[in-house]
């Protein structure tokens, strides 16, 4: 086993380290055009407060990201192409939100050095140049995309990151004060995406014990969220950003696997986002993650979470066959769950099954 990758290289952990961010940005303001854009989730449009406390200068852009939909090639494209035409290089990105936000921050601070398309790009060490400065602030924790060397996009073939050392940002500042207006399910989905993230970096062959360290400490943490503490207790946003922090390393350092692969095939064939997709396959997953599965049952029924089930009811032959597809291409997750013989224990009829039972 050999595992050598890059961290993030400065993080800011504190109640108030928002306020920071002018402070913590001033030193990456020279390079380029000499301006920073700030990508931030559309939720925070009208949420003037929040908005007047961007350290932006003069020069600087002001982004909106919807993220009704998970981030695509082409939105990276395009905004890539859009501020290269009108304003130049920039001296930086900040993102600012969640996952999807995050994503769009890193995928788009190494396409505005990489030619082309960022479809071109999606997989393992594609990607040919270093980015430009990266700052990540999130808003909602569990994805670990702060601290992952993935920018997760959907394209017009796959949902598939653009994964290299040169994605991980520069700089990420954790504030818990940003995730508290996190709505109540979707604070379970992507908080259970990090618990997903830990159960399966430590269910498969290339779990080891640098992997795990990380992993049993995040799920130790994401527990005492979601089965001891209340919400409104304070150290409950400060444990789940940890959590997400730590649960991003443990996957890093190991990988994830069956529910991950069949999530990505329901986001990219159905659309649905990713915290809530890794729910409706974990929640069918007891053959695989046992114990596991059981505990995630009796949170989703503390928290009285509705998992969407009896969906494959409606969905065609052809749509379930589409999602196999998507999923089987997903060999490193197979090869870590099921060791390097995966294909003889697993074909097309076994991930048909999982989707039926959804
Ligand atoms: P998200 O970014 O898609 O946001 C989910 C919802 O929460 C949105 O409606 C958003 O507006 C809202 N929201 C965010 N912050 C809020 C706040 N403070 N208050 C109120 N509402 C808020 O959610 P996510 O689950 O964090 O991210 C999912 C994305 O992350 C997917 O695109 C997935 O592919 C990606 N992902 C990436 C990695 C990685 O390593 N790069 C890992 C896992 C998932
Ligand atoms: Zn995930």
Not at 23 to 42: M, Q, S
Not at 191 to 206: L, P, T
Not at 275 to 304: M, P, Q, R, S
Request: contains cysteine; hydrophobic residues 40%.
């Amino acid at each position: 086993m050999f595992r050598n990758f890059k961290s993030v290289e400065k993080a800011a952990y504190g109640r108030g380290s928002f306020d920071k961010l002018g402070e913590i940005l001033e030193p990456h303001r020279n390079d380029g055009a000499k301006y920073l854009i700030f990508f931030v989730d559309e939720y925070f449009k009208e949420n003037e407060p929040f908005i007047g406390r961007l350290p932006l200068k003069e020069g600087d852009a002001l982004e909106y990201i919807s993220v009704a939909e998970e981030p695509t090639t082409e939105l990276i494209n395009s905004l890539r192409d859009k501020y290269l035409e009108e304003k130049g290089l920039p001296s930086g990105v900040v993102g600012i939100g969640g996952g999807s936000v995050l994503d769009v921050a890193k995928a788009i601070s190494l396409m505005f050095t990489n030619e082309g398309s960022s479809a071109l790009y999606q997989g393992l060490n594609l990607i040919k140049k270093p980015g430009i400065f990266a700052c990540g602030v999130p808003t909602i924790s569990g994805t670990g995309a702060e601290v992952s060397m993935t920018a997760v996009l959907t394209g017009p073939e796959k949902k598939l990151g653009l994964k290299c050392d040169w994605t991980v940002l520069n700089q990420i500042v954790l504030d818990p004060d940003l995730i508290a207006s996190v709505p109540d399910n979707q604070w379970f989905y992507t908080g259970m995406d990090n618990y997903i993230h830990c159960v399966e970096s430590s269910s498969g062959q290339y779990k080891n014990t640098f992997s795990e360290a990380f992993g049993e400490k995040s799920l130790a943490m994401c527990r005492k969220v979601f089965l001891e503490l209340d919400r409104s207790d304070p150290e409950s946003d400060e444990l789940m950003m940890v959590a997400s922090y730590m649960g991003g390393l443990s996957l890093t350092y190991s990988e994830v696997g069956v529910c991950h692969a069949l999530s990505y095939g329901l986001s990219k064939i159905l659309h649905i986002h990713h915290g809530i997709a890794n729910c409706i396959a974990f929640n069918v997953l007891e053959d695989v993650y046992g114990d596991y599965v059981k505990e995630f049952k009796t949170i989703v029924a503390k928290h009285n979470i509705e998992i969407p089930a009896n969906q494959s009811a409606d969905w065609s032959d052809e749509t379930i066959d589409e999602m196999v597809e998507i999923s089987i291409k997903l060999e490193h997750m197979w090869r870590h769950a099921f060791g390097d013989n995966w294909s003889e224990v697993l074909d097309r009829e076994r991930i048909k099954i999982w989707f039926k039972r959804m």
